[in-house]
């Protein structure tokens, strides 16, 4: 069995704030009660890993990332070993972590939102509080697992609590049909998953705007079953308003995700949104200005906020993306082991990428 082979060391990578990644070995963990050791298998990196920790140790509260924390909050993995009192994930169990670990009995974690969870002592985030997924191995509690099945790779897995995981809840607030035409802003891999979900729940047509020529290019190339991801991908320039509204026979659009964080790139989404229209803004930080009367009211538009998904809503997307034959690791350009897990954050500070995944054993292709 897996558990006889577990080593004593591991390799895992910490992010010192200083615009690299810096490998350690640490003694592998042994799982206590309610708690499992995941051999890892594909972790991901998320632009929040670059905006607050990795340039600079910036956030705070439940972003702040405790120096010497292994990184690493999008993991993916195999159960290699079960502490006592486990009750439903065995040995063997390929599993998802939802990346934050809540107290359990606050009110947001009993929503299943531990994103949210109220109690300062228990609250911790994989890869920024409690240690993550870039190491050979994660501990993690099993109330934070989600069964990952077997059509699914772990590369897909890695993606669906954080990066699906949050697109897919900022698109059930403002629901998308067969009827909208949907405006995506910021198409970095939350924009590029917000493009593949809304095709699935059968948008009728997608756009997307982007400053960086990489990025446009990736999402240019981009198929979803025979078809283009997006119908049309647009520079980010001043004459994107009227571009949009030429694309949509002058009404805007029905629906707009905001991924980019960009203020002038919010501004556009609200503005390109049509009269009765819905945004969901998913990009973290910055700012915006607006005028409330002509942006919103006047319209009758709806603007909501998102932030991240509960546990019970990743495991309804964990069965869809099964349904729809769905697979998130359409949009890892760039896999990477973790011995080469400097190169790998470099990349994606750079954004001249898709998603960019670090990889162990059979998902390192
Ligand atoms: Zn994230
Ligand atoms: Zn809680």
């Known amino acids: 069995m897996a558990n006889t082979t577990t080593p004593e060391k591991m390799l895992c990578a910490f992010l010192p704030g200083d615009h690299t ?14 708690e499992v050791l995941l051999r890892m298998k594909a972790s991901t990196i998320c632009g929040s890993d670059i905006r607050c920790i990795y340039h600079e140790h910036l956030g705070k509260g439940p972003e702040g990332y405790q120096p010497g924390i292994i990184a690493g ?10 502490g006592p009192g486990c009750r439903r994930f065995r040995e063997n169990d390929r599993v998802i972590v ?4 809540g107290c359990g009995v606050c009110n947001d974690c009993r929503r299943g ?14 890869g920024w509080q409690r240690d993550g997924g870039m190491a050979e191995y994660l501990l ?62 059968g948008a009728r047509q997608i ?29 980010s320039a001043p004459e994107n308003l009227e571009q949009i509204l030429a694309l949509t026979n002058h009404n805007g659009v029905e629906r ?12 556009l989404a609200l503005r390109a949104t049509r009269k009765w229209g819905k945004m969901v803004m998913l990009g973290e930080g910055g700012s915006m200005s607006l005028n409330p009367s002509p942006d919103m ?31 998130p690791d359409i949009l890892i350009t760039h896999r990477f082991p973790l011995e080469k897990v400097g190169d790998a954050y470099a990349l994606m500070a750079s954004g001249k990428c898709g998603k960019v995944a670090v990889c162990f054993d059979e998902e390192l292709k």
Not at 25 to 34: D, F, N, Q
Not at 73 to 82: D, L, M, N, W
Not at 256 to 267: K, P
Not at 305 to 322: A, D, N, Q
Request: charged share 20%; hydrophobic share 40%.
């Open 98 to 101: 939802y990346h934050i670990s």
């Open 207 to 235: 756009l997307g705007v982007e400053f960086l020529d990489e990025r446009i290019q990736i999402a240019r190339k981009l198929h979803l079953d025979g078809r283009p991801l997006f119908d049309h991908v647009l520079k």
């Open 21 to 34: 990644a810096a490998l350690g070995t640490r003694p592998v963990p042994v799982p206590g009660h309610g």
């Open 140 to 201: 993690a509690e099993e109330k934070d697992l989600v069964s990952l099945p077997d059509s699914l790779t772990y590369a897909d897995g890695a993606q669906v609590a954080c990066g699906f995981g949050t697109v897919y809840e900022g698109l059930e607030k403002i629901g998308v049909s067969g009827n909208d035409a949907v405006l995506v802003t910021g198409l970095g891999p939350v924009g590029l998953a917000s493009a593949t979900l809304c095709r699935k729940l």
């Open 256 to 267: 707009a995700v905001e991924c980019s964080a960009n203020a002038t790139a919010r501004n």
């Open 73 to 82: 909050h999008e993991p993916c993995g195999q159960i290699v070993k079960t």
């Open 297 to 327: 009211l006047h319209d009758q538009k709806t603007l909501v906020g998102s932030w991240v998904t509960s546990i019970w809503k990743m495991e309804e997307l964990v069965e869809r993306l099964v349904h729809w034959n769905l697979h």
């Open 113 to 126: 939102y531990m994103i949210s969870c109220t109690s300062e002592k228990y609250r911790r985030a994989y």
